[in-house]
């Protein structure tokens, strides 16, 4: 059972970026999965969460107008579409599992993925 977080980057401000969660050894689509991030020196705080019926979420109003979430079910796969990335979105981002309903907490969620970096700079 694993979550596979990717497509984090540097990116200027303005720009975008969309990450992956790609699960592998269970089926996502049964499952919430919500992002998190943690900036530096800051504690890990909920972003937005997906349901598994792709009712969306947000946990996190400064997102709000610039993040969307999708899911494939297809490919087992979550994605995280930032546009209009400021500085303040800078931060190491995790997708995870939830088996129940979205929550804004992380207890509430099972499997993690190991973190993809967002550097938002000029």
């Known amino acids: 059972v694993q979550l596979q977080a990717s497509g984090g980057g540097l990116v200027q401000p303005g720009g975008s970026l969309r990450l992956s969660c790609a699960a592998s050894?269970?089926?996502?689509?049964?499952?919430?999965v919500g992002w998190f991030r943690q900036a530096p020196g800051k504690e890990r705080e909920g972003v937005l969460c997906i349901s598994s019926t792709r009712g969306t979420t947000y946990y996190e109003d400064s997102v709000k107008g610039r993040f969307t979430m999708s899911r494939d079910n297809a490919k087992n796969t979550v994605y995280l579409q930032m546009d209009s990335l400021k500085p303040e979105d800078t931060a190491v981002y995790y997708c995870?599992?939830?088996?129940?309903?979205?929550?804004?907490?992380?207890?509430?969620?099972?499997?993690w993925g190991q973190g993809t970096l967002v550097t938002v700079s000029s």
């Open positions: 995870a599992t939830n088996p129940s309903i979205c929550s804004g907490d992380s207890d509430h969620y099972t499997y």
């Open positions: 050894g269970f089926s996502l689509g049964y499952f919430a």
